[in-house]
């Protein structure tokens, strides 16, 4: 495993080179969905701190393995349904998923401060949540009043492609957004198409597959 951050930590400070960005404006959330709490305890020790996770079920069994680490960040980035929430906000420091009035005032109910980041939809696919970039600016006014919730910035998934360059108008058009917005934050990017990502502003890219190998099951 330790080749394989080294990987992309180079992948990563090159992107950043070529963008003229500082190393340190882009976290590396390493997104260890399918995989058991060990690996989160070994890129912990290989000097990762921020992970990422899909399913609240799958990480509620992780989360007494790794609660220890001193440090450590855990964000959703799975899609969250609000009766989940409560569960959610015990569990993770950072929701990337928000995607509706509904789930905000959830979370925000539980009492927790954390951060959270709205999810845009910003491809046709069925499969894909995410607020409508049109619907962004009503629920930043919806979420105001929800004083725990700290919104950092939008988060996306563009439509799957083995080639990165299909990923750039749509981290592009995220950038954009989130400027309209005044929102900080940049959830975009992974294995693929990192290098895109960050040449397009990204602040957090979430690598799965480069850093743990394929989820398949052979
Ligand atoms: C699985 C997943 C990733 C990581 O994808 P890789 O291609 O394995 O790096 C990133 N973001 C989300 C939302 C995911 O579900």
Known sequence: MRLRIEEVEARIAAACRKA??????????????????????????????DFGENYVQEFETKAPLVRSLDGARFHLIGHLQSNKSRRAAELFDTVQTVDSEKLA?????CGRPM??????????????????????????????PFEYLRLRGLMTMPPWSDDPETARPY??????????????????GMSGDLEVAIEEGSTIVRVGTALFGSRRVE
Request: proline share 2%; charged share 30%; glycine share 8%.
């Open 171 to 188: 981290f592009r058009r995220l950038r954009a957004l989130a400027e309209e917005h005044g929102l900080r934050e940049l959830s975009m």
């Open 20 to 49: 003229g960005r500082e190393r340190d404006s882009v976290l590396l959330l390493a997104v260890t969905k399918v995989f058991p709490a060990s690996a989160i305890v070994e890129a912990y020790s290989f000097g990762l701190r």
């Open 115 to 144: 951060d959270v980041m709205i999810e845009v939809k910003l491809s046709e696919e069925a499969s894909k949540h995410g607020c409508e970039p049109g619907q962004i600016g009503a629920l930043i006014s919806a979420m105001r």
């Open 105 to 109: 005032r959830r979370l925000n109910e």
